[in-house]
C-alpha cells in the first residue's frame, strides 16, 4: 500500500512534466531535460506494470485517477517511443487498462480510445503520424473515427509485408530488415490476447527468414504460448507447431502443464484424461516427429523418475492412442517413416505394435503377438553384453501399446493347448523388464503353473471366489519379486473373470476378495478402468458373444475412491 502512495505521488511528478515537455517540444533545453529523465521514467513504467497487473480496473481507477492522461501524453513524446524499453512497458501498462469484457458505454469507450493509443504507438514502424492526423483532420474525421481501423490496416499492412517477406526469399532488397521483425516482435508481447493482433502473431510465427539465429524475442514465444494454454488466443495447428518448433521451452511448458493436468486428475478417469490430452493439441502437433521425440522423450524421463508409476504409464498409453489417431488422419499416405518417431526400435517391431490390437479378430491375434515376442526377445536377449539401455528401450516402446498385452493374457486363457511360451515371456518381459534370463524364466514357469490351476477350475465342480483367492494369495509375498509374479497372477485372474462365462456370477466377490490392501485395490481399480477404457473404443457390440459382466457394478462396489463416473466421461 505504502508503494502504491508513493507510485501516485510519482504519477502527478511525471505527469507535471510531460505536460511541461508537451508544451515546449521544440526547444533544445526540453529534449535535453527528456533524455535526462528518461531512465528515470522508464523506471517509473516498470514499477507502475508491476502494480497494475496484480489489480482490478476498478482499484486501477481508484487508486491512480490520472494514469489514463499520463500514459496518453506518453503515447505521443516521440523522445520516449524511441526507446524498445518504454515502449514496452507503456504497452504493458495500456493493456493493463483494457476490459476484456466491458459491462458499460464508459468501459466501452475507455477500450475505444485504448485501441487507439496502441495504434499510435504501432505507427512509429511505418507511418507519419502528425501527416495522418493532418489529413484525417482536413477532411473532418476525428481520431475516435479512424483510429480503429487505422489499428486494423496496419495490422493487415504487416501480415501482407511479412508474407511477401516469406515469398521474395533472398531478396534482401524487398525484405524487412531482422532488427524490425526483432522490434515488432517485441512490441507485440503484450497485445497478442487481443483479437485485432491475432493475423499478425500467426505471420510472426510462421515466417521463415534465412537469419543463422532466430530473430523473434523469446518473450514474444513465452506471451503466445502462456495465451494459447490459457485459452485466450485462437491460432490454427500449424502455427502452434512453429511456435513449439522455434521454441522448445515453450513445447517443455505445454507438456508439463498437461503433466500436471494428468498426474493431479482422478488416476483412473481415463476418458478424462483423453479429453485434457486432446485439448492440449500435444497429439496433433507431435505428427510432426522432432515434436513427438521432444514429448517422448518427456514421457521416458517421467517413467524413470516414478520408477514405472502406474498413473505414468497410463497416460503414455492414452496420449499414445491419441497420438496414432491423429497419425492416421494426418499422414494417411505416411509422410514420415515409422522409424522416425521410434528411432531406437526395429523397424518391423514398429509396424506391428502400430497395429489397432482391438481390429485383429480373436482368431488371429496369436500370431502377431508371438511375432511382436520373437522380435523383443530377440533385441533384448540378443543385445550386446554390458549393454544395460536396450531392455528398457524395448519395454519402453512396448509400454507406449499396452492394448498388446492385455490381449496375450486373453490368448493365453482361451487356448486349449500348451500355453505359448512366446507370449509368457512377453507378459514375464513387461511386468518386470529389469530381470534376467534366469529370473524370467522362474516368472515364466510360475505364470504357467498358475495359468494350468485356472484352467483346471473351469473343469471342476461349480467354481466360488475362494478357489480365486487361492491363487491370488500364493503370490502376495513382500520380496519384489513375488510382488511383479503377483500384478501377474492378479492381471490373468482378473482376465479369466471378465472373459470366462462360467465366472462371471462369482466375478464381484472374487474382485472384492482379491482387494485386501490400498495398493492392490488401486492396481485392480486401474486395470477395471483401462478394460471400460478399451471396451468403449472397441464396441460392445464387438464383445459377443459373451459380453463380460457389468465393470461399473463391480468398481462402485469396491472400497476407496474410484469417482461417481466409473467411465470418466470430461
Known sequence: MAQDSVLASECQFWLKKLSMWEQASSTLETQQDTCFHLSQFQEFLKQMYDSLKEMDFNIIMERYPQ????????????????????????????????????????????????????SQILSQFRLDTKEVGFFTKSLGYEPIDYYPGLLKNMVLSLVSELRENHLNGFNTQSRMAPDR?????????????????????????????????????????????EAFLQRKISLPLSAIITLWLRHLPSLEKAMLRLFEKL?????????????????????????????????????????????GAPEVVTSLQVFTRCFAEALEKENRELKFALRTYFPYAAPSLTTVVLQHPEA?????????????????????????????????????????????????AQQLLRLEA????????????????????????????????????????LSSAPLSAMDLQVASVQS??????????????????LN?????????????????????????TQEIIGFLHQTLYRWEHLGHEALSPCLPPPLPCILTSLPGPQGQDPKGHC
Not at 493475423?199 to 537469419?211: M, N, W
Not at 500348451?418 to 507370449?423: G, K, R, S, Y
Not at 507378459?427 to 510360475?446: K, N
Open 360 to 408: 485383429i479378430p480373436p482368431e488371429h491375434q496369436l500370431q502377431p503377438l508371438q511375432h511382436i515376442s520373437e522380435l523383443l526377445r530377440e533385441a533384448v536377449e540378443g543385445q550386446i553384453c554390458g549393454s544395460q539401455g536396450y531392455p528398457f528401450e524395448s519395454w519402453f516402446l512396448l509400454a507406449h501399446f499396452g492394448g498388446w498385452i492385455d490381449m496375450a
Open 263 to 307: 498426474f493431479s486428475s482422478e488416476r483412473n478417469c481415463l476418458r478424462k484424461m483423453e479429453c485434457f490430452i486432446k485439448d492440449s493439441w500435444l497429439p496433433q502437433a507431435a505428427c510432426n516427429p522432432a515434436i513427438f521425440r521432444i514429448v517422448d522423450e518427456m514421457f521416458r524421463f517421467a517413467l524413470l523418475e516414478t520408477d
Open 181 to 225: 521483425m526483432t522490434s515488432l516482435s517485441q512490441v507485440c508481447v503484450p497485445l497478442v490476447t487481443l483479437p485485432d493482433f491475432e493475423p499478425l502473431v500467426e505471420a510472426l510465427l510462421t515466417y521463415h527468414g534465412h537469419e543463422p539465429q532466430e530473430i523473434l524475442r523469446p518473450e514474444f514465444f513465452e506471451a503466445v504460448n
Open 476 to 493: 502376495s509375498n513382500e520380496d519384489s519379486r513375488s510382488l511383479v509374479c503377483g500384478q501377474l497372477v492378479r492381471c490373468l485372474i
Open 67 to 118: 494514469i489514463g492522461h499520463l500514459l496518453a501524453k506518453t503515447c505521443w513524446n516521440p523522445f520516449i517511443l524511441a526507446y524498445d524499453e518504454s515502449q514496452k512497458y507503456l504497452i504493458w501498462c495500456l493493456c493493463c487498462l483494457i476490459k476484456k469484457e466491458p459491462q458499460n458505454s464508459r468501459e466501452s469507450e475507455l477500450n475505444f480510445w485504448i485501441r487507439g493509443l496502441l
Open 418 to 457: 500348451e500355453p505359448p511360451a512366446a507370449l509368457l515371456w512377453l507378459l514375464a518381459f513387461y511386468y518386470s523388464p529389469q530381470d534376467g534370463r534366469q529370473q524370467r524364466a522362474q516368472t515364466m514357469i510360475e505364470l504357467k503353473a498358475v495359468l494350468d490351476y485356472l484352467l483346471t477350475l
Open 496 to 520: 479369466f473373470l471378465l472373459w470366462a462365462p462360467e465366472c462371471h456370477a462369482i466375478a464381484q466377490e472374487a474382485i472384492t476378495l482379491m482387494a485386501h490392501n490400498e495398493e492392490v
